[in-house]
C-alpha cells in the first residue's frame, strides 16, 4: 500500500543494528537530491553477509527505524523482508517492490558505497540494475567516485557507461546499455557506524548525539547491546 501513489520511490535497505544519524543524514540528501516522494526504509530480517552474534531481533530494529523517522513523513519503514524467503537477497526484494508500484513508478536503490562495493557478489548481481536505479553515495575514506563505481561494475556490466557529470560537482551518473542507471552522490559525511556504536554501548559508553534521542532512549531502557545480561 505505501508503495501506490508515487512516482519517485526510493528504497534504502541494510541491517540497522541500530539506525543512526549517518543512515538518516544520507537519506535525507538523497530524498532531496533524487526529489523522491517516499523512501522505505526496509531492515533486512536475516542479513546474507552478517551472520552477526550481536545482532537485535528483527521487531526491535524495525522499532527503532520507526522511532527514528518520526516528523520526516516522506520516510516510512517497512517490514516486508520478514515476510520474504531468507536470507534477504535485494535481488528478490527488489523484484517484489517492483512489482507492488504504479506503472510509470521509478525505484532508486539507495546503498553507501561500502556496500556497493561488494556488489558483484550480491545474488542475480546484472539483474539489480534492471530491477532499480542505483544511488550509491560516498563513504568517507572510501572509492573515488564514479571511477570506483565505474569499475566495480565494468566487469558485468560490460565494456563503457555514458557518462554525465552533474552540474554543481557532486556526482554524476553512469549508463550501459540495457540497464537503469546508476548515480553517484559525494555529498554524505557523517562518519558513523552501527558497529562503533554497538562497542561504545557494550563498554557502556554514551551514544547521545550520535542516534535520534527517541532511538537511544529505547536502546538504553532496554539495555540493549550490554553483553550477555
Ligand atoms: P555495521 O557497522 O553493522 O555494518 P552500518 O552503520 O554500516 O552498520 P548498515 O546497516 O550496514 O549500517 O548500512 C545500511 C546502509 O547505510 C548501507 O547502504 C551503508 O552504506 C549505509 N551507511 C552506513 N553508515 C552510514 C553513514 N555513516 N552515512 C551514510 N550511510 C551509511
Ligand atoms: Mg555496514
Not at 523482508?81 to 526484494?93: F, G, M, Q
Not at 573515488?144 to 555514458?162: H, I, Q, R
Not at 551514544?207 to 550477555?228: N, S
Amino acid at each position: 500500500m505505501i508503495f501506490r501513489n508515487v512516482t519517485r520511490l526510493g528504497l534504502m535497505g541494510g541491517t540497522f543494528n541500530p539506525v543512526h544519524l549517518g543512515h538518516l543524514r544520507a537519506a535525507e540528501e538523497l530524498t532531496e537530491r533524487l526529489r523522491l516522494d517516499r523512501l522505505i526504509f526496509m531492515p533486512s530480517a536475516a542479513p546474507p553477509h552478517k551472520p552477526d552474534s550481536n545482532l537485535v531481533g528483527f521487531d526491535e530494529r524495525l522499532h527503532m527505524l520507526r522511532l527514528a523517522v518520526q516528523g520526516q513523513d516522506k520516510f516510512v519503514v517497512s517490514d516486508l523482508e520478514n515476510s520474504l524467503t531468507k536470507p534477504s537477497y535485494t535481488a528478490n526484494t527488489l523484484r517484489v517492490v517492483s512489482g507492488m508500484t504504479d506503472p510509470g513508478c521509478r525505484l532508486f536503490f539507495l546503498v553507501g558505497f561500502d556496500s556497493f562495493r561488494t556488489v558483484a557478489q550480491w545474488r542475480d548481481c546484472s539483474d539489480l540494475f534492471r530491477l532499480a536505479s542505483f544511488a550509491v553515495f560516498r563513504r568517507p575514506g572510501l572509492g573515488s567516485g564514479l571511477d570506483s563505481v565505474k569499475e566495480v561494475l565494468t566487469p558485468f556490466l560490460g565494456a563503457e557507461p555514458d557518462v554525465e557529470l552533474d552540474p554543481d560537482g557532486w556526482g554524476g551518473s553512469l549508463v550501459w546499455p540495457g540497464f537503469q542507471s546508476v548515480l553517484y552522490y559525494s555529498g554524505c559525511t557523517l562518519e558513523i557506524s552501527s558497529t562503533d556504536l554497538r562497542q561504545r554501548l557494550e563498554e557502556g559508553h554514551s551514544v547521545r548525539y550520535l542516534v535520534p534521542d527517541l532511538v537511544r532512549e529505547h536502546i538504553v531502557g532496554h539495555r540493549f547491546y550490554r553483553g550477555a545480561t
